[in-house]
């Protein structure tokens, strides 16, 4: 089984660019979440999708960020313009959606975010 | 004061030793608890699931506490591919389902 795949792994961008990030989940996986993690923390939630619907955006910075899986499967987090506090490593992970409580979520390698 | 707290570290112990981590949560609603290892420059993977009568496997054992809201992961026996940064996890499912991550304890474990 193909694991979560996201592109790209690595970007360096100046301040005020535009950046794109995306995520295949595992297939049949419906639930979908972009994280963020900064140097020595845990990973933060940005936004959690089931099917394509966002349910739980309330930790997206919405004035620079958004997101959107479209049909229900891959997803693509952008953010305009970055600032240097961007800086960090995006997360997306999948599961089936399961009973609340008995989700493990699979990762993918992360894309890391450098703003200059 | 985060939802999800564990102890700083990092613990730096030798080859062969026992080493304890703590984690405490403070919602008590939390329903579900894990484990995560995160090796350096790599994404979190699922260590072990922590149940209220406690789990084992192999040289790692899970305890939960929920009177205490208190969770722990015991290593015996560490390895030097024990190194690495041990996430606690909670889920909870009041104010809408969420997994909640703490800031994670760093090991190295040294020759």
């Known amino acids: 089984e193909a694991g979560v795949v996201q592109s790209p792994r690595y970007k360096i961008i100046e301040k005020k660019q535009p950046v794109a990030f995306w995520c295949n989940p595992i297939s049949g996986h419906n639930t979908l979440y972009w994280y963020r993690q900064n140097l020595g923390q845990g990973p933060e939630l940005l936004i959690r999708y089931e099917n394509e619907e966002a349910v739980d955006d309330s930790q997206l910075p919405k004035d620079r960020f958004s997101a959107e899986r479209l049909k229900g499967v891959d997803s693509t987090l952008k953010i305009q313009p970055a600032e240097l506090g961007d800086s960090a490593v995006y997360l997306c992970?999948?599961?089936?959606?399961?009973?609340?409580?008995?989700?493990?979520?699979?990762f993918g390698a992360g894309s890391r975010l450098t703003v200059l | 004061r985060k939802e999800v707290e564990q102890d700083p570290g990092p613990f730096n112990v030798p080859e062969g030793a026992t080493v304890a981590f703590n984690c405490t949560y403070s919602?008590?609603?939390?329903?579900?608890f894990f484990w995560y290892r995160q090796d350096c420059r790599k994404e979190p993977k699922l260590l072990m699931s922590?149940?209220?009568s406690g789990n084992e496997d192999g040289r790692f054992t899970a305890q939960l506490n929920r009177a205490s809201q208190y969770i722990s992961l015991l290593i015996r026996d560490s390895k030097l591919s024990d190194s690495a940064t041990y996430l606690c996890v909670v889920n909870r499912n009041t104010g809408g389902f969420k997994t909640i991550f703490g800031a994670g304890t760093r090991l190295f474990v040294k020759a």
């Open positions: 922590v149940y209220s």
């Open positions: 919602n008590s609603a939390s329903q579900s």
């Open positions: 992970a999948s599961t089936r959606t399961a009973p609340a409580g008995a989700n493990v979520l699979t």
